[in-house]
């Protein structure tokens, strides 16, 4: 089907990831006239690109609002699943240390997503800023460059806090010491709502509550089910293994 995304693997040139319109994401071998290898998952994918420090790894941002994480070695499901934003993911960067990554989003919102963590550490976003189609980490990862459709391009922080400029040393260690305390104590409530709270909008605060509150109905839908069926006739089923719905070999 239509070839929508191709990138090289930056390690190995001779390998290529692909999106197709079809649901499509496969390996190729240019050496090789077929694909290695093929996955169809639920929705389209928009992006993908290559972990620069970890090059059997890629990511995608999808259709279906989610963004994931794949190994080329395991088809078989996504490594980990990037929620957050409420509309499809357009576009997406990797940040040259290989342990975080920027999307952008149809919502009008960019979302910096750490590797381990499923859930977005920081959200941008302003009033004029419309959907977002394309985003980039400068090679220092400390400034994301994004274009909208409303024909700018913008100059975001990586890190919203980060002071620019050269620091003191008391400077520094002030801010090692603040870091450090956020990191002792992230386990209380308190530390952790401060520390994760982001303003959004409220049409994207709304479509998030919407959504949570739909995929509770579809669980207890499913509990009911198999409290009330024969056994065997219906089973949880992993939210990683419902992502791909078929693989080609």
Not at 100 to 120: A, C, H, L, P, W
Not at 121 to 140: L, S
Not at 205 to 214: I, M, V
């Amino acid at each position: 089907d239509t070839v929508q995304v191709v990138r090289y693997n930056p390690a190995e040139r001779n390998l290529l990831a692909i999106c197709t319109a079809d649901r499509g994401i496969g390996i190729h071998d240019t050496r090789v006239g077929v694909p290695l290898k093929k996955m169809v998952l639920r929705m389209r994918s928009n992006c993908l690109e290559w972990n620069p420090m970890e090059p059997m790894n890629f990511a995608v941002g999808n259709e279906d609002h989610q963004a994931y994480t794949f190994d080329m070695r395991k088809f078989e499901e996504p490594t980990r699943i990037y929620k957050g934003h409420t509309s499809a993911v357009m576009c997406l960067s990797w940040s040259p240390t290989g342990r975080e990554f920027v999307t952008g989003s149809y919502d009008r919102t960019v979302r910096i997503f750490e590797q381990n963590k499923g859930t977005s550490r920081d959200v941008y976003h302003t009033k004029r800023m419309q959907r977002v189609f394309t985003v980039h980490y400068t090679m220092d990862h400390k400034f994301i460059i994004t274009g909208s459709d409303d024909t700018n391009l913008r100059l975001w922080k990586a890190r919203a806090s980060e002071q620019l400029g050269q620091r003191t040393t008391r400077e520094e260690t002030a801010v090692q010491y603040r870091q450090a305390l956020v990191q002792k104590y992230q386990h209380m409530p308190e530390v952790a709502r401060i520390s994760k709270s982001r303003k959004v909008p409220k049409v994207i605060k709304k479509q998030t509550a919407t959504t949570k509150l739909q995929k509770e109905k579809e669980e207890r839908k499913l509990s009911n089910r198999i409290k009330h069926s024969k056994p065997g006739t219906y089973k949880f089923v992993s939210e990683r293994k419902k992502v791909v719905t078929k693989q080609v070999d």
